[in-house]
Each structure stands twice: as structure tokens, then as C-alpha cells.
């Protein structure tokens, strides 16, 4: 049985930029802010929030706590009160960090991939501590109404993204009943097709092949991966525009390429690697490869931050398979941590899943209502502001 869901947000977007002298340093020119919003659990289907994906929501790269060997306090910027930091906790210019006298603590910059040492027993900016970000582009984004078919082989990537390399991995959605598929990239002079079969290609549900790079993909040429069926479906039925994908423009490969040096380069957790890259790669559009550096981690390797992350980036690219999972599971995970912003930020997204299926509208406005309530807890004015404005749309 199909079922709808409708929902308007309003989100942060950002212009394509071309290869500028900031691009050349390695430093990252692209901010936003990514709202969490997606379908219910049958209903995964959403359109982009532009035709022209380098105009889609992306998501913020963070500066974030990496080490600490003690008592580490941090002020929003606004707020009256220090509170202590939690596990790789997320800090914004013009907050206020304070480590307690003897400690060590470090933050890894998101503009230029560097950590850095922060001062014991003084308050310092982190303006004062990181390089600035440029200013925040505001853009308004309205998805479209979506469906669920299991029959449609729906394209999971390349989708709404650039890629850095010319051999990008295929992946789509397995359709039921279908035995055999017809793989098709098509752009410019180009008309790749091959065919498939299930039980090669397939596995818990997700198809995939790799593009053999020949004949070779073009920069400045707008591809789109096409999936047909044996049983007379095929992707394009969902209806979706914007969906395709270009190669990225070598002088930003080039400033990413320096960047994630910089991050793998330091020592690290797993999982704050994976974020920090993943940041960096939604950054430059490249999505995909955002998408897959997170799913890339162990199951106890994923934080609260990494299931929200994946929500956001799936919501990004207007596919969204059972996002509420992602958000619970963050709700789940920054409880046991107690760590109150991941379980504001994990509130906000159910509430916002729950309101979009559009029979449980009042249980999705307490959850918001509640989501709200932890950000004033946490003097979060910036949050409190923003939810509080959905709060007035949806009234």
C-alpha cells in the first residue's frame, strides 16, 4: 500500500561557486545548515531541493572538541552560563571555550582540516582559535510530495552529487520481483547501458556496480544513472529532478584532496574522522562520498552524530529510506551519553518525521515542542529560534 507525506522547509542553501584563490589553500568556501526533515518509514521518495543540485541544502562542516584530559566548559555565544562539553561536542563562532587549569585539550578546525590546542584555565573565542568561516548564503526550499513503489528501482547514488573520480560506484534500491536490470549512464555524448542480474549485483537490498570509466565521464557534463528492470520498471518513474551528477572541478578536487590529507593525517577517532570528512565532502557537493564514508564505519563506531548526519545527507540528495531509524537511533545513543544538544538535535528530526506523515501532526508538534524545551535548557538561542520558527509554519 503507497502511502504520502508532505512536507515545507525552510533550509539553509548555498551557490555553486567557481574555482576561486580560497578553493586553491585547501579551505572550505560552502556553509549551510541542514534541516532535519524527512518522510516516514514508507515513504523515502523526495525531491531535491533544487533542479540544480550545487544549489541543494548541504550541511556545515564543525569545529569540534577532539581530545580532552579533563574538565573542559564551553559558552553559546548569547548564553549566560558555562556547561561542560560532551563527546566531540560541536562548537560555532562565537562560542567560548574554557578546559579547567593543567588540561589538554584539542579542536579540530573545519575550515582547514588542522586541530589545535587549546588553552587551560582561560576563556578563549573560538574565533580566536579557528579560521573564520565565510558568510552563510539563506535560500528556501519547498520537497515535493513523494511515494513509495517497491517494483521502482529507485537510484540511491550517484544522485544530486558530484564525484571525484571517474569510476563512481552505481547504486540503487533492489526492486521486488525483478530478476534482471538494465544499468544506463547517459549525458553528453554519452550512452553507457549493461545488464545485470540480481543475485550478482544485489545484496540486503541494495544493488551495486561500479562504472568501468570507459568511455570516460567529462567534466562540465551533466550525467544521470537510468535503471531499468525485467519487470517493465524503471527509476525514472519517481519523478524526481535534479537527480544526476557531474565530476567535480579539479582545482576544488584538488583543495579537498589537501584537506583530507590534513584530517587523516591527524590522530583521530574513527568515528570524528569519518564526521570531519564527511562534513568536508558535503562541503563540495560530493555527497555520495559523504554518504559512504559514514556508512563506511562499524556499527559500534557510529554516534549519535553519525545517524543524524546519514539522515540529513539522505534528505540532501531527496532520498530518504526510513529516516526515522536514523533519528531514533541518535535519540538513543546521545541519551545513553547524556549529551543533551545530540538529544535536542535527534528530538527535532523525529518530530519533524512524525509531522511529515501527516496522521500523528500533533505528536510531531510536541516532539518539536520538546526539542524546543532542550534547546532554552541549554541556552541555545540560535536553536530556539530556528524550531521555534517551524513551530509558527506549522501552526
Given at each position: ?69 579533563g574538565t573542559v566548559e564551553f559558552k ?29 585539550a584539542r579542536i579540530l578546525c573545519a ?270 538561542q540560535q536553536q530556539v529560534n530556528k ?9
Open positions: 500500500m503507497q502511502k504520502q507525506c508532505i512536507q515545507t522547509a525552510k533550509i539553509v542553501g548555498a551557490h555553486r561557486r567557481a574555482p576561486s584563490p580560497l578553493a586553491k589553500m585547501g579551505r572550505v568556501s560552502l556553509t549551510l545548515i541542514v534541516a532535519f526533515l524527512s518522510c516516514g518509514s514508507d515513504s523515502f521518495l523526495m525531491q531535491p531541493a533544487n533542479a540544480n543540485p550545487y544549489n541543494a541544502a548541504i550541511a556545515q562542516a564543525k569545529n569540534r572538541i577532539v581530545e580532552k584530559t553559546r555565544a548569547g548564553a549566560s552560563r558555562f556547561r561542560p562539553v560532551s563527546q566531540y561536542t560541536e562548537l560555532r563562532p562565537g562560542d567560548i571555550i574554557k578546559p579547567a587549569s593543567g588540561v589538554r575550515v582547514d582540516g588542522k586541530t589545535r590546542s587549546i588553552p587551560a584555565g582561560v576563556s578563549t573565542g573560538v574565533n580566536g582559535i579557528c579560521p573564520p568561516r565565510p558568510t552563510e548564503v539563506d535560500g528556501i526550499s519547498t520537497p515535493r510530495r513523494g511515494d513509495e513503489d517497491s517494483h521502482i528501482p529507485y537510484i540511491i547514488s550517484p544522485r544530486a552529487t558530484a564525484i571525484i573520480t571517474d569510476q563512481p560506484t552505481l547504486r540503487w534500491h533492489e526492486a521486488a520481483n525483478a530478476q534482471r536490470f538494465t544499468v544506463i549512464v547517459r549525458g553528453r555524448d554519452l550512452n553507457w547501458t549493461e545488464n545485470y542480474s540480481r543475485e550478482d549485483v544485489c545484496v540486503n537490498g541494495i544493488c551495486e556496480v561500479v562504472y568501468p570509466g570507459d568511455p570516460p565521464l567529462q567534466l562540465e557534463t551533466k550525467y544521470k544513472l537510468v535503471v531499468k528492470t525485467d519487470t517493465d520498471r524503471k527509476s525514472t518513474e519517481e519523478g524526481s529532478v535534479g537527480v544526476g551528477f557531474d565530476l567535480i572541478d579539479p582545482e576544488n578536487a584538488e583543495a579537498v584532496q589537501e584537506i583530507v590529507q590534513r584530517i587523516e593525517a591527524e590522530d583521530l577517532p574513527n568515528d570524528v574522522r569519518a564526521l570531519a570528512l564527511a562534513e568536508l565532502y558535503a562541503e563540495y557537493n560530493l555527497n555520495a562520498k559523504a554518504i559512504e564514508t559514514l556508512e563506511a564505519l562499524e556499527t559500534e563506531e557510529k554516534s549519535a552524530s553519525v545517524y543524524r548526519w546519514l539522515g540529513d545527507l539522505y534528505w540532501r540528495i531527496g532520498f530518504i529510506l526510513t529516516p526515522e531509524t536514523h533519528y531514533l537511533k541518535a535519540l538513543e545513543l546521545a541519551k545513553a551519553a547524556e549529551n543533551l544538544d545530540e538529544v535536542a538535535a535527534a528530538t527535532a528530526g523525529l518530530g519533524e518525521v512524525t509531522y511529515a506523515r501527516g496522521y500523528h501532526r500533533e505528536e510531531g508538534v510536541a516532539l518539536l515542542e520538546e526539542a524546543k524545551a532542550i534547546y532554552e535548557q541549554l541556552e541555545d524550531v521555534a520558527e517551524r513551530l509558527a509554519e506549522l501552526s
